[in-house]
């Protein structure tokens, strides 16, 4: 599938999304504009390096340009559009301003939750999270298409560079913030409501896998195996939620916590008895 551009109706409609991402960024309000200026970033993760350009330029390059960004699209369409059809590639392209508008909101649910988040350009620069949950989220979307493979390696480079290993299957709500990050595991078929903020270390993972009928030599595909939370969750460090459990709105798991059974709503689940300290003399 060759990946050149060959028709003013797809140029056009790059050139429209363009505009309408370059509008995206007029109705900023001032926390996106830097307060100083940083250095560009060179990535060998090309998908990374136009996705950050293109959702936060004044960010990564400094300022806005319209012929820059639509250059940007269309490099990222050249990309897409050597997995899938062109049609499709232009229907993906079609999702690049919802995109944006909802990592913003991850953006705004970390400086609300984070007391060491000091701007949003400390976030959007050095925050790890950002990076695996951007790819994520658009690695979401090739997912929903049905296209193979690819989307999982968009999140695996995504997992190497941030240690945060999000499958791009799982269902996240707006609103979501993983602080520190290194360790954190959620699966393909997890689903996350909005406002739900994890930290380090953090499991939602599978309890135990289930055998195909048909082959019992093999695990059983394609079936909910993952938790799926509520609204307004946190979830402390090194916390495993494990099974298709179901954890209501307004609840909070303690750290290191094991879960494995439906938690309600407006619940606190901590463990009730931590290990003692022993002191030893030499």
Known sequence: MSNTIRTNDELSSLQDIAKELIDSYGSDDELYFPKINLPTRAHDFTELSLLQELMFPRHWIGSIDKDRTYKKLLELFNIISTVVDRRKALEI????????LIIKTDVEAAYAGDPAAKDYTDIIRTYPYMTAVMIQRFAKILYDNNIPTYPRELTELAHKI???????GAKIGKYFFIDHGTGVVIGETCEIGKWCRIYQGVTLGVLHFEKDKDNPAIIQKGYKRHPTIGDNVVI???????????IGSHVNIGANSWIQEDIPDNTTVFIAEHPKLVKKSK
Not at 162 to 168: E, V
């Open 162 to 168: 941030t240690g945060i290993d999000i499958h791009p």
């Open 93 to 100: 392209m079609n999702k690049i301003i919802p995109l944006r």
């Open 236 to 246: 402390g460090a090194g916390a495993k939620i494990l099974g298709p459990i179901t």
